[in-house]
T-cell receptor
Framework: AQTVTQSQPEMSVQEAETVTLSCTYDTSESNYYLFWYKQPPSRQMILVIR??????QNATENRFSVNFQKAAKSFSLKISDSQLGDTAMYFC?????????????FGGGTRLMVKP | EAQVTQNPRYLITVTGKKLTVTCSQN?????MSWYRQDPGLGLRQIYY???????DKGDVPEGYKVSRKEKRNFPLILESPSPNQTSLYFC???????????FGPGTRLTVT
C-alpha cells in the first residue's frame, strides 16, 4: 500500500514571494503518477500539476513547478509570485499506474495562506 | 460545460435514517469514484466503478453502498448512517486511467 505524507499542516507566505510545499511518499511501485490538488474555500478540488514517474523532467504549469526526486520519494510544489488567490488547502496525491480503481492516495494536506 | 454534479450539497440527518447522495457526470467517463475527506487524512476512496454494473471497494467501504446502472450516474447510499460518517464527500469521474480525475463540488454530511 502507498502512503503520502505532507509534513507541513500550515504555511504562510507574503504576496509575490515564493513558497515550497513538501510531500513525501512511500511505494514499492515503479510506474506511478503524482499530483498536486488545490482546494480553495469553495471546497472544489482543482488539479494544479501532474508528474509521471518515468519522466525525469520536472513538471511546470505557469507559476507552479515541482521538484521530483524519485530516489528520495519526494515531490515538492513551488509556487512563485504568490497571489492572494493561491490561498487554499493543497493536497499531494499518488496514483499507481496499474491500480484497477484509478484510486488517488492523498496526503493530509497543507493549508497555505497568502498574506497581502 | 463538462462537469460532475452532486446533490445535495449539504445534508444533516439522524443516525439510522437511510440517505442517498447523487452524482452525475456529462463527460461520458467510464470511471467514477466516491471519496470522503476528513481533517488531517486527506481524501480516501470509498468505492469505485469501472463501467456500468462494475463496482468495487476502495479503501474505506464499510457502511456504504453504490450502484452504477447508467454510465453517467453513480449514487452513494448510506443505509444506516452513523455519526462517524459525518464527513465531506466527493464524487469523481475520469476516462480510463491514468487520466485526470474530475471532482464534483462536494457534499457536506452531518449525522447526529
Amino acid at each position: 500500500a502507498q502512503t503520502v505524507t505532507q509534513s507541513q499542516p500550515e504555511m504562510s507566505v507574503q504576496e509575490a514571494e515564493t513558497v515550497t510545499l513538501s510531500c513525501t511518499y512511500d511505494t514499492s511501485e515503479s510506474n506511478y503518477y503524482l499530483f498536486w490538488y488545490k482546494q480553495p474555500p469553495s471546497r472544489q478540488m482543482i488539479l494544479v500539476i501532474r508528474q509521471e514517474a518515468y519522466k525525469q523532467q520536472n513538471a511546470t504549469e505557469n507559476r507552479f513547478s515541482v521538484n521530483f526526486q524519485k530516489a528520495a520519494k519526494s515531490f515538492s510544489l513551488k509556487i512563485s509570485d504568490s497571489q492572494l488567490g493561491d490561498t487554499a488547502m493543497y493536497f499531494c496525491a499518488f496514483m499507481n499506474r496499474f491500480n484497477a480503481g484509478n484510486m488517488l492516495t492523498f496526503g493530509g494536506g497543507t493549508r497555505l495562506m497568502v498574506k497581502p | 460545460e463538462a462537469q460532475v454534479t452532486q446533490n445535495p450539497r449539504y445534508l444533516i440527518t439522524v443516525t439510522g435514517k437511510k440517505l442517498t447522495v447523487t452524482c452525475s457526470q456529462n463527460m461520458n467517463h467510464e470511471y467514477m469514484s466516491w471519496y470522503r475527506q476528513d481533517p488531517g487524512l486527506g481524501l480516501r476512496q470509498i468505492y469505485y466503478s469501472m463501467n456500468v454494473e462494475v463496482t468495487d471497494k476502495g479503501d474505506v467501504p464499510e457502511g456504504y453502498k453504490v450502484s452504477r446502472k447508467e454510465k453517467r450516474n453513480f449514487p452513494l447510499i448510506l443505509e444506516s448512517p452513523s455519526p462517524n460518517q459525518t464527513s465531506l464527500y466527493f464524487c469523481a469521474s475520469s476516462p480510463k486511467p491514468p487520466y485526470e480525475q474530475y471532482f464534483g463540488p462536494g457534499t457536506r454530511l452531518t449525522v447526529t
